[in-house]
Antibody, heavy 120, light 110 residues
Framework: QVQLQESGPGLMKPSGTLSLTCAVS?????????WSWVRQPPGKGLEWIGE???????NYNPSLKSRVTISIDKPKNQFSLKMSSVTAADTAVYYC?????????????WGQGTLVTVSS | QPVLTQPPSVSAAPGQKVTISCSGH????????VSWYRQLPGTAPKLLIY???QRPSGIPDRFSGSKSGTSATLGITGLQPGDDADYYC???????????FGGGTKLTVL
């Protein structure tokens, strides 16, 4: 069974660039067409950030598109998220996910999530 | 403001049945698959339903999904204390070209 593990800084300063990596284990990243990032601010609901496919083509949440880049590294079996110009509003638990909410198989595997706090 | 609309909370007694609605538009629920997720406190969401009404392996048949037009419904029968959680619907919005989630529904098993 595939497992996902997020890694990245827990604390960031405003205006910085957030970088997170999702390591996929127990299976090949090529086993699924799409891989996504989802975030959840403390006490709030889920927000889809974006996704990337096997060809490296991404889709992004329009509200975040100008600040977000998602990439895939098949040899390393991982995919990554970069978000620039972060503010306190970007404080959230960030999840990496196999699939997505509208995909044929849904978002069927989730990482445990990593809390990113943006504070000066 | 979430694209999909869910009731903030529902409640029912153990053993009873509950339904959670998810309302959208022709550009999302009306034209894409709906999935449902359960999130226990402090944990990652877990897939309950995909393709509107399909259950992944290991999800009991107490959980069911349906879709009609621009709305979807999650049904849970035989409620158990462990079902106390937040539930989210999700789908793809063709106008936004983006994944979208509902705001979430807090289920309380009385």
């Amino acid at each position: 069974q595939v497992q996902l593990q997020e890694s990245g800084p827990g604390l960031m300063k405003p205006s910085g660039t957030l970088s997170l990596t999702c390591a996929v284990s127990g299976g090949s990243i090529s086993s699924s067409k799409w891989w996504s990032w989802v975030r959840q601010p403390p006490g709030k609901g889920l927000e889809w950030i974006g996704e990337i496919n096997q060809s490296g083509s991404p889709n992004y949440n329009p509200s975040l598109k100008s600040r977000v880049t998602i990439s895939i590294d098949k040899p390393k079996n991982q995919f990554s998220l970069k978000m620039s110009s972060v503010t306190a509003a970007d404080t959230a638990v960030y999840y990496c996910v196999r699939g997505g909410p509208g995909g044929g198989h849904g978002a069927d595997s989730w990482g445990q999530g990593t809390l990113v706090t943006v504070s000066s | 403001q979430p694209v999909l609309t869910q009731p903030p909370s529902v409640s029912a007694a153990p053993g009873q049945k509950v339904t959670i609605s998810c309302s959208g538009h022709s550009s999302n629920i009306g034209s894409s698959y709906v999935s449902w997720y359960r999130q226990l406190p402090g944990t990652a969401p877990k897939l309950l339903i995909y393709q509107n009404n399909q259950r992944p392996s290991g999800i009991p048949d107490r959980f069911s999904g349906s879709k009609s037009g621009t709305s979807a419904t999650l049904g849970i029968t035989g409620l158990q204390p462990g079902d106390d959680a937040d539930y989210y619907c999700g789908t793809w919005d063709t106008s936004l070209s983006a994944g979208v989630f509902g705001g979430g529904t807090k289920l309380t098993v009385l």
